[in-house]
């Protein structure tokens, strides 16, 4: 190929819509539940955005709130599963919201301290860093449909950043971020665009 013809590579992180327990804040790894009315809603939102993007290439954790998301904004079809996309394992902590657990262990977070019975954050980093391998031997437009945890630390990674740095990085539910190259330096990995969601910029 032409190599002024290549187009860069440029990952367009997409966090799932909204479920009952993202809404309610339990901690949802391996749990499969579905998208709320208002979830699918919420991906459907996206459209107007993505629908202006060629993807070369499109991702999706296993978990049916990602693939259904990948599914409402257009992209199902062309969607192929990832496990390294899934949440993190949150083992023990499944289910639990971050008060609850911060009763036994004050000063808990996942981003630092893992979780017992579940995925430690060296792990994820992994899981991560070979997800970031496996997409950058590639050009053009990526989509990855992930999760509101997993996606942090991804972005972390991206740039350099060890995955306890993820905790600075919160995802909204159908939020959309981009993880590129800087313009002038291509080298450089950035993060583009950060946690954009459609209701934030009508409001």
Same mark, same amino acid.
């Given at each position: 190929?032409?190599?002024?013809? $290549? %187009? /860069? *590579?440029?990952?367009?992180?997409?966090?799932?819509?909204? =479920?009952?327990?993202?809404?309610?804040?339990?901690?949802?790894?391996?749990? &499969?539940?579905?998208?709320?009315? +208002?979830? !699918?809603? $919420?991906?459907?939102?996206?459209?107007?955005?993505?629908?202006?993007? %060629?993807?070369?290439?499109? @991702?999706?954790? /296993?978990?049916?709130?990602?693939?259904? #998301?990948?599914?409402?904004?257009? *992209?199902?079809?062309?969607?192929?599963?990832? /496990?390294? *996309?899934? !949440?993190? &394992?949150?083992?023990?902590? $499944?289910? %639990? *919201?971050?008060?609850?657990?911060?009763? !036994?262990?004050?000063?808990?977070?996942?981003?630092?301290?893992?979780?017992?019975?579940? !995925?430690?954050? #060296?792990?994820?980093? &992994?899981?991560? &860093?070979?997800?970031?391998? %496996?997409?950058? =031997?590639?050009?053009?437009?990526?989509?990855?449909?992930? +999760?509101?945890?997993?996606? /942090?630390?991804?972005?972390?990674?991206?740039?350099?950043?060890?995955?306890?740095?993820?905790?600075? @990085?919160?995802?909204? =539910?159908?939020?959309?971020?981009?993880?590129?190259? +800087?313009?002038? +330096?291509?080298?450089?990995?950035?993060?583009?665009?950060?946690?954009? #969601?459609?209701?934030?910029?009508?409001?």
């Amino acid at each position: 190929m032409n190599p002024a013809l $290549e %187009k /860069p *590579l440029r990952l367009y992180l997409v966090r799932h819509g909204q =479920t009952e327990w993202s809404l309610s804040g339990q901690h949802t790894g391996s749990t &499969d539940i579905p998208l709320t009315t +208002h979830g !699918e809603d $919420e991906a459907r939102a996206l459209i107007p955005w993505l629908e202006q993007v %060629k993807f070369d290439f499109v @991702l999706t954790s /296993p978990r049916q709130r990602a693939r259904r #998301t990948s599914e409402l904004v257009g *992209l199902g079809r062309q969607a192929e599963i990832d /496990p390294d *996309l899934a !949440e993190w &394992d949150y083992g023990d902590y $499944e289910g %639990k *919201l971050s008060s609850d657990i911060r009763k !036994e262990r004050a000063q808990w977070n996942v981003f630092e301290d893992g979780c017992p019975g579940g !995925e430690m954050p #060296t792990q994820v980093s &992994d899981r991560a &860093d070979r997800l970031i391998r %496996k997409v950058g =031997t590639r050009m053009g437009n990526i989509a990855l449909f992930s +999760h509101g945890q997993f996606g /942090p630390a991804l972005a972390a990674r991206w740039i350099g950043l060890p995955v306890a740095e993820g905790r600075k @990085l919160p995802l909204n =539910t159908a939020s959309l971020s981009i993880l590129s190259y +800087h313009p002038t +330096h291509p080298q450089v990995r950035v993060i583009a665009l950060w946690n954009a #969601t459609p209701a934030r910029f009508i409001s």
